[in-house]
């Protein structure tokens, strides 16, 4: 059986609370629609079901969604890249190593 490390651990708990928030989301707009909308609602919007409430929160969260996906998203991923290219990263330590050893390649070569 492989070592679960702590990071491994919180990267799967981190992904796992994905769905329990979906679950979690549903419900909780299920009881303010029935426990305190639902009463408002009546009033101002009696065409507004229960149907239509949740479709219209589907859409809202597709809508949040996209716009996650489509800036949020790239720029962490932006953040992301410069903070593993500034703070003690093996690919840049070995980058630089190659540099070193074909800038000191070319010099043999050339002064030949």
Known sequence: MKKISL???????????????????????LTAYN????TYLVAYAPWL???IFMVIIMVFTGVAMW????????S???FQNQQEWEHQNLIRDELTKI????????????DK
Do not use: D
């Open 49 to 51: 079901t229960l149907p």
């Open 76 to 78: 962490y991923i932006r």
């Open 35 to 38: 426990t305190t909308i639902k």
């Open 99 to 110: 540099t070193q050893e074909l800038r000191e390649l070319k010099e043999k070569i050339g």
């Open 7 to 29: 990071g491994g651990l919180k990267t799967i708990l981190i992904h796992t609370v994905f769905y329990v928030n979906m679950a979690n989301f549903v419900l909780i707009a």
């Open 67 to 74: 716009l996650e996906y489509k800036y949020v998203y790239p």
